[in-house]
Structures are given as C-alpha cells and as structure tokens.
C-alpha cells in the first residue's frame, strides 16, 4: 500500500458529503485539505441564530438513516449526544433524527481535527503539468494537489469543471430545485396544528414547528415552513422580504387557522435545495482517477445520500491511490 499521507487531496465543500470523505481519507492515512465558503460546517444541515437561543432548521429538518453503515453513524451521534431522536406526535413510520442542538452538530465530531479553510471559496480547478491548482477567494497562494474531491450542488459543480467534458456531460444529467424557506416566531404559541405538516398544500411543502425539536430553545413559538419547489422555482429571483409577505399570506390558509402576532420572520432562498433527478452512481471520476465529484444529487435528496457519495467517493481515493480497483463510477 502508498504512503498516504504523500499523495495531496484537496476536498471541496464541508457538508455531510465532504466532512464524510475527509473524515474517511483521514482514517486511512490521508491528510485532506477541506475548503469550505462559509464561516462554518454543515452545508444544507443548516441552523440560524435569531436572538438569544432562538434557532431555525432552515434546511435539512430531520434524517432517516436506512442503511447500515449511516446507520452506525447515526448511532454514534446518538450516543454522544450530538444527535437525538426527533418524535412529533402525528408522526412518523421512521425514526427522524436531528442535530443537537442545532442540524450540523450531526457532522461536527466528523470535523473534529480536520484541517478545514473556511470563508475559502474555491473559484477555479485548473489542472497543469500533472497537478491540479485549486484558486481561492483568499489571500492563500495557489495549492497544487494531486487529487481534488467536490462534493457541491451539481450546478455549482458544472460550472467549476466545465473543462472536464466527460464529468460536464454527466453533471448535466443531474436536476436540482430551488426550495424559498421561511423562518417565524410568534409571540404566542400557535395552538391546533400538528408539529409537523407535510405536503401542506400545491405550494407549501413542510411546515414544521422548530421549537419542538429536541435541544431547542421554546422562548419563542419558532417555525419553518419550505416552499414547494414548483413555487420555489416560480418566485426564485424575488428578494427575501417579497418572498417571506407571499409565503406569511399562504401560511393561514394552509394551517386553516389565523395567525398569533409575529415577533420576527425571516426567509432563505436554496438555490440548490433538493435533488429532482439523480445521477444514479455515487460519484463521477476522470479516466485519470485524480478527480472525484460528488454530493447528494448522485443518489437522491436525502442526507444519507451524501453520506453514501462521500463514503464511495473516500474507498475510490484510496483504491486509486493503492492502484487497487478502478475509481470511476460513471
Ligand atoms: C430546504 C431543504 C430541506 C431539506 N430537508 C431534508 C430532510 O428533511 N431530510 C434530508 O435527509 N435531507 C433534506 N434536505 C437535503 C439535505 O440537506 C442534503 O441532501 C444534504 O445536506 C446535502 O449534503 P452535501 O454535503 O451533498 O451538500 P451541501 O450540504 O450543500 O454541502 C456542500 C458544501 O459546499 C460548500 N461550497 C459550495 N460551493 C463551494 C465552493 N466553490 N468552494 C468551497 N465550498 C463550496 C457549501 O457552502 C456547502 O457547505 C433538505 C435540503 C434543503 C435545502
């Protein structure tokens, strides 16, 4: 077998799939270097502070986990205590599993000791004399590697590696739906619904009282209702407040009841929320076996898909690596 810790791998993006890898490259003998646009880690497993303890889930709002392996997972969050089992009462023929105490606590042991550049943007991959040059929004010179991971949304990543024909191609073939969330607190409880309303109507997907989750704050009645990626799509470039008016006056309607006073409302656009059609492999490689791209959108739109994609995407590096077993999947 290689010295691992020779070969330089650069991982793109810090949500379940990349932190997955990098934690799994790390475990044998790899030295990932993870870069990460935001100020933190979680990618869609996404929580907002809005005031002293007050939290929104405006993203991911509970995991199942199906197979093994996520299964084992899920359990050691479980038993740290860095996840919990999430039980409304009109709910559920799974067990749903949230963050403690917010959604990206399920990923933060898996960080642990991971060298992470966040507010680090990669802009640009450039492959040159063998090696492939990673351009950054920050100051950092440009990093060469010998192999570079992505695990972002699949336009994002269409666009970054659009000089890679064969992966372009395939990426193509990936569809991703916005998905506009609206975050309130009332200054009473909302009484009479359900904690959880799936489906709701046409155009409002979820509706889930945040407050109820385990390990949040109940100062405030905190909810967070998704759009419909029908809707989404169709109010996509409004700005935040215009979106947060339309879905507040949709949300009455859905709930069949008025609603208490506002103490503070916000909304978020995902661009890329939700995979609507996967790629059907969990990552795509270059004939070369040095580049890997990967994320949710390969096997579904479920969090446990990007775990699946960051697994395989971390056993290809490895065998590459070794020259062990072919690394591409599509
Ligand atoms: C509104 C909503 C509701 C959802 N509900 C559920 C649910 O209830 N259950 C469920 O299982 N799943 C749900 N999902 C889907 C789930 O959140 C995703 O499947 C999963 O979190 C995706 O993980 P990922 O690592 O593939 O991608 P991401 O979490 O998107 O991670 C990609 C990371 O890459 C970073 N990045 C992007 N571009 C760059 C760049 N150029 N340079 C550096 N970093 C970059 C991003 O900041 C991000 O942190 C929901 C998603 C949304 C948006």
């Known amino acids: 077998m290689s010295d691992h810790s020779t070969s330089k791998i650069a991982v793109i993006g810090a949500g379940m799939a990349g932190v997955t890898s990098a934690r799994l490259l790390q475990s044998r003998g790899f030295r990932p270097t993870v870069f990460e646009k935001s100020r933190g880690i979680g990618g869609r497993l996404a929580t907002r502070r809005a005031g002293d303890a007050i939290t929104f889930d405006h993203g991911a709002q509970y995991i199942t986990a199906r197979s093994a392996p996520f299964q084992s997972a899920m359990q050691l969050a479980l038993k740290t205590g860095a996840a919990a089992y999430w039980r409304p009462a009109n709910a559920v023929t799974e067990d749903w599993i949230v963050g403690t105490p917010a959604m990206n606590a399920l990923i933060k042991p898996s960080a642990d000791g991971l060298n992470i550049r966040l507010a680090t943007t990669v802009t640009a991959v450039v492959r040159a004399a063998g090696r492939w040059h990673v351009q950054t929004n920050g100051n950092d010179p440009d990093d060469t590697f010998d192999i570079v991971v992505?695990?972002?949304?699949?336009?994002?990543?269409?666009?970054?590696?659009?000089?890679?024909?064969?992966?372009?191609?395939?990426?193509?073939?990936?569809?991703?739906?916005?998905?506009?969330?609206?975050?309130?607190?009332?200054?009473?409880?909302?009484?009479?619904?359900?904690?959880?309303?799936?489906?709701?109507?046409?155009?409002?997907?979820?509706?889930?009282?945040?407050?109820?989750?385990?390990?949040?704050?109940?100062?405030?009645?905190?909810?967070?209702?998704?759009?419909?990626?029908?809707?989404?799509?169709?109010?996509?470039?409004?700005?935040?407040?215009?979106?947060?008016?339309?879905?507040?006056?949709?949300?009455?309607?859905?709930?069949?009841?008025?609603?208490?006073?506002?103490?503070?409302?916000?909304?978020?656009?995902?661009?890329?929320?939700?995979?609507?059609?996967?790629?059907?492999?969990?990552?795509?490689?270059?004939?070369?076996?040095?580049?890997?791209?990967?994320?949710?959108?390969?096997?579904?739109?479920?969090?446990?898909?990007?775990?699946?994609?960051?697994?395989?995407?971390?056993?290809?590096?490895?065998?590459?690596?070794?020259?062990?077993?072919?690394?591409?999947?599509?």
């Open 150 to 330: 992505s695990t972002i949304p699949s336009p994002q990543a269409g666009r970054l590696f659009a000089a890679e024909h064969a992966i372009a191609t395939a990426l193509n073939r990936v569809v991703m739906a916005p998905c506009w969330a609206l975050m309130v607190a009332f200054v009473t409880p909302l009484t009479g619904v359900d904690d959880v309303i799936e489906s709701a109507s046409d155009d409002l997907a979820c509706i889930s009282r945040n407050s109820a989750k385990p390990g949040r704050s109940t100062a405030q009645d905190c909810w967070v209702v998704h759009a419909s990626p029908a809707w989404s799509t169709r109010h996509l470039e409004l700005d935040r407040e215009q979106a947060a008016a339309l879905m507040l006056e949709m949300l009455p309607r859905a709930l069949g009841r008025p609603l208490p006073q506002i103490a503070q409302c916000h909304a978020h656009r995902w661009r890329y929320a939700r995979t609507a059609a996967p790629l059907g492999a969990p990552f795509i490689a270059n004939d070369e076996h040095t580049l890997f791209v990967g994320g949710d959108w390969c096997m579904g739109a479920r969090v446990e898909a990007a775990f699946e994609s960051g697994a395989a995407i971390a056993a290809a590096v490895a065998g590459a690596v070794d020259g062990t077993h072919g690394a591409a999947a599509v």
